[in-house]
């Protein structure tokens, strides 16, 4: 029986990498195009059936992605509070090797219950310094707050080291990235995401260089990008003159999004100063490739648009369920052990007609973009009532459902 028992193992530790492999960044506000800290998390899980929360805690409200099988919200993933305060993470699997302590898998239970109690990065330091040793916990967790920090720390077993965005030294271009694997651990085949980061870092750097660095340049540019850095190339340009309803299969490994991508989600924070309020959750919530980006706000409480919440019917978020069934056009291929994971079908997403599934879905989500801006300025020169939020949350909610009716013939 012994002998069976590695195979086993390596299997599940292969199975865990794929279902696990998170990409994340910190970036400073010092560096942005609108001077405001940034946190970003592209989440990749068996957890494909994903929604947003809101909770009024005893101390600070907060909201964030959670599983929609998760009825109660017991585990969140990447969110922000009242207090501007947010905080995402990512699985790390080079921090224990050797250690014999048990890994306890409560990392989104962690963040949860700092959403609850911090309101600045120096809180969550004091957070983490009060846990028991051995924590239970691996992983990358980056925070920003509304004082303009912006920090990622490397938790193990044992302890943490910090890495401050704002620090040039240790980030000399304000960003902290991270994939599946820590920088103070060991490197090799036990961690992954290498390829990943090297084509964000390019990416990062390149807009920061142009000063285009902002919550839609990771959205649309970044999450939803197919470049490559290992083999050079760009999905989107190499296919870009076949036209419509042209079945191409493409390999697809290792690209920022993922057959698991789950959600992609940005905070985009507040200055120093700024009312924490402006604090904005910029969410694609189900598979990002056929997801439409949402705003939301802690102000506007459990108003935020219904295609984000659970909805009973269907087990799922609306927008959630809209994006894997239209993933379904991107992976159609149900036969075989790797054809169903490691080839897509890319005129789906993207064709010489412009008429593919992110193509259609940018023009909108250019839409909310653009007016979200705009109405961020004027909310931030008068006030942010309430009641003014309530009412854009429902322009929102039908403006979405209006676009996957129209693109998609799919009700929300």
Known sequence: MKKYIFPILLLLLLISAESFSCTVAVVSGKYTKDGRPLLWKNRDTWAVNNKIM????????????????????????????????????????NLTLGDTAKHSGLEGKLIKHALASCATVQDFQDYLDGLEKPTGLEGNFGVIDGQGGAVLFELG??????????????????????????????????????????????????????N??????????????????????????EYKDVPENTVTYTFFHDFIPRRLSASACVVQGVKKGENPEFTTLWSAVGFPLTSIVIPSWIK??????????????????????????LKEQVFPIRWGKFASKYYININALSNADKTGIRQKIKIDEDIIFSKTFDTLEKWRTSSMKKSDIEEYNNWLNNFVKKSYKKNFDLDL
Not at 166 to 184: C, E, Q
Request: include cysteine.
């Open 300 to 325: 506007g409480e459990n108003s935020f648009p219904e295609v984000l919440k659970m909805n009973d019917e269907i087990e799922d978020s609306p927008i959630c369920s809209a994006a894997l069934t």
């Open 157 to 210: 077993f044992r302890g943490y080291e910090k890495f401050d965005a704002n620090d040039s030294k240790v980030a000399p271009f304000g960003y902290v990235l991270r994939t599946n694997y820590s920088f103070t651990g060991s490197y090799g085949e036990e961690s992954s995401g290498y390829i990943r980061l090297n084509t964000v870092d390019e990416l990062f750097y390149n807009a920061l260089s142009t």
């Open 54 to 93: 809101y909770f009024d805690g005893d101390k600070y409200s907060y909201m964030g992605l959670v599983n929609s099988k998760d009825s109660i919200g017991k585990s969140i993933w990447i969110g922000m509070n009242d207090q501007g305060f947010a905080i995402m993470n990512s699985n790390s699997y």
């Open 212 to 237: 285009t660095f902002d919550a839609q340049f990771i959205m649309q540019d970044v999450t939803r990008g197919l470049k490559h850095s290992l083999l050079k190339t760009d999905l989107y340009q």
